[in-house]
T-cell receptor, first 112, second 110 residues
Framework: KAGVTQTPRYLIKTRGQQVTLSCSPI?????VSWYQQTPGQGLQFLFE???????NKGNFPGRFSGRQFSNSRSEMNVSTLELGDSALYLC???????????FGPGTRLTVT | DAKTTQPPSMDCAEGRAANLPCNHS???????VYWYRQIHSQGPQYIIH???NNETNEMASLIITEDRKSSTLILPHATLRDTAVYYC???????????FGQGTTLQVKP
C-alpha cells in the first residue's frame, strides 16, 4: 500500500506570497492532520480534517488554512507568507480519528 | 494539553537493547500512549501504542506500568539506523491531534 505523499517536496517563496501544499493520504484513510516543524518550536499541530470537515485547529494565525476533499486528499494554504513560516510541513493520515497516524515526507518551505 | 517527560538524550551500543523511558503521570484511563520516531529530516514514523497491557510488534516492545503513569519503549537489538528522535505522546482524546514534546535523541554507537 502506498504511503502518504506530499507535493511539492521543496518550495521557495518570497515574503508576501501565498502557497498551497498538497497531501494524499494512504488509501482508505479518512483523517488527515497537518503539522509544522521548525528548529525553535519543534513539531506543532496545525489542523485536523475528517470527512471534509475541520475538526481541530492549533494555535496558528488565520493565514493558515486548509481543506479536505471527498477523496480525503487535503490541501493547506498559507497566505501573506512571512520569514517565520519557513519550516517543514508534515501531513499525516489515519484510518479515523484517534488511530495511529502515518506521516508523509513533508514539504520543506523556505520563505525569502 | 497533555505533557510527557522524556530524557533529552541517550546513547546505546549497537546490538544492545535500547530502553527509552517516558513519564505521563497525568494520563487518563482511556488514553493511549503512542510512540513515534523521527530520523533526521524525515516525517515521524509510528512505532507502537498501548493502553494498559504490554505490547510488542516487529519494531519494538512497549512496557506500561500498572498505574499507567510511565512507560518504556524497548528496541531489542539497536542498530545504527535506529538513531533518531523518539517521541512519547498521549492525550489527544478522540481527535487526530498529536502533541509532540521535545523527545529523546537516541544515538546508537558502533
Amino acid at each position: 500500500k502506498a504511503g502518504v505523499t506530499q507535493t511539492p517536496r521543496y518550495l521557495i517563496k518570497t515574503r508576501g506570497q501565498q502557497v498551497t501544499l498538497s497531501c494524499s493520504p494512504i488509501s482508505g484513510h479518512r483523517s488527515v492532520s497537518w503539522y509544522q516543524q521548525t528548529p525553535g518550536q519543534g513539531l506543532q499541530f496545525l489542523f485536523e480534517y475528517f470527512s471534509e470537515t475541520q475538526r481541530n485547529k492549533g494555535n496558528f494565525p488565520g493565514r493558515f488554512s486548509g481543506r479536505q476533499f471527498s477523496n480525503s486528499r487535503s490541501e493547506m494554504n498559507v497566505s501573506t507568507l512571512e520569514l517565520g513560516d519557513s519550516a517543514l510541513y508534515l501531513c499525516a493520515s489515519s484510518l479515523a480519528r484517534n488511530y495511529e497516524q502515518y506521516f508523509g515526507p513533508g514539504t520543506r518551505l523556505t520563505v525569502t | 494539553d497533555a505533557k510527557t517527560t522524556q530524557p533529552p538524550s541517550m546513547d546505546c551500543a549497537e546490538g544492545r537493547a535500547a530502553n527509552l523511558p517516558c513519564n505521563h503521570s497525568t494520563i487518563s484511563g482511556n488514553e493511549y500512549v503512542y510512540w513515534y520516531r523521527q530520523i533526521h529530516s524525515q516525517g515521524p514514523q509510528y512505532i507502537i501504542h498501548g493502553l494498559k497491557n504490554n505490547e510488542t510488534n516487529e519494531m519494538a516492545s512497549l512496557i506500561i506500568t500498572e498505574d499507567r503513569k510511565s512507560s518504556t519503549l524497548i528496541l531489542p537489538h539497536a542498530t545504527l539506523r535506529d538513531t533518531a528522535v523518539y517521541y512519547c505522546i498521549y492525550g489527544s482524546g478522540n481527535t487526530g491531534k498529536l502533541i509532540f514534546g521535545q523527545g529523546t535523541t537516541l544515538q546508537v554507537k558502533p
